[in-house]
Every structure is written in C-alpha cells, then in structure tokens.
C-alpha cells in the first residue's frame, strides 16, 4: 500500500446515481460504449477504463454516484446525442494496493487499505476509485485492479 497525489486528468465518461444491488446493470455494458464512441469521436485514449465511486459504503441500498471514466487527450468539443460527457478530474490524493484477482474479493483488499488509513490517522475523503489494469472475465484470477481509497491529510 503506498499514498499517491493522482494529478488531474481528462476523461470521457459516464455519470450516474445507483446502488450495489443496481451496479451490475453497468458492468461490461458502459465501458463498452463508452471505448466505442472515444474512436467514434476520435478522442485519443491515454489509459484505462476507472470506476468512480462517490459517497458509496458498501451497503446493498446506499445510494450513490457512479462515474465510469475514459482517460482521453483534451480536446473541445460537445458530443452530440451522448450518454458521455467531457470532464476533468480533480486531483486526488490516495492510498493506493494493487487488486489481483477475482473482483468478488475485492471486499479484502478494501478491508486492508481502510485498517492502513485508519492506522495512519488519515481520514477517507468519501471517494474510492477502482482503475482496471487488466479485466479477464473468462479467468478471473488473471484480473489486475488498482484500488485507491481517497484521504484527507490532517
């Protein structure tokens, strides 16, 4: 586990409210779309697809805000007819472990980096984020996620 200052970046992506229980609806369905329209658009892609998660607690029924992002060059233009908009994210500072594996045990690894915080004093912003180095979902095993936990420094 390491902290990290993630400068900001532009992305093209996917806002939206949801829950846990309603997540699954977006896996595999909005990252596909999304990658199809950064080439229709012809943005540059500069990294992997990241899943933003805004006020979630890992409870079933807790609403919260979901941004699936597409890290792109910047570019000026409004996409027309869209469900995916330009932003830029904010810089966000982190503690960061390197996820290997089947995402159903991706609970331990948030159990590990939240015990780092709590142990190092720091206080979580409210922003998680979940950055897929590799998605394999014929071998699960083989998946490789970046969980960084977002921390407020005292």
């Known amino acids: ?23 699954l609806q977006y896996v595999r369905v909005v990252a596909h779309q999304i990658y199809k329209e950064a080439i229709n658009y012809s943005l540059e892609i500069t990294g992997p697809v990241y899943w933003i998660y805004e006020g979630a607690d890992g409870q ?27 932003k830029t994210l904010d810089l966000f500072d982190c503690v960061s472990q390197q996820h290997l594996g089947d995402w159903n045990n991706l609970g331990e690894t948030y159990g590990q980096i939240i015990g780092e915080i709590q142990s190092d004093k720091f ?12 998605m394999d979902f014929e071998n699960p095993e083989r998946n490789i996620t970046e969980v960084q936990i977002g921390i407020v420094r005292n």
């Open 1 to 23: 586990m390491q902290t990290k200052l993630i400068h900001p970046m532009h992305v093209f992506c996917f806002e939206t409210e949801t829950t846990m229980q309603e997540i």
């Open 123 to 134: 206080i979580m912003s409210g922003q998680n984020r979940e950055i897929y180095l590799n």
């Open 60 to 86: 079933p029924d807790t609403t919260f805000k979901l941004t699936i992002a597409l890290p792109v060059s910047y570019t000026e233009f409004e996409p027309l007819d869209s469900d995916f908009q330009l």
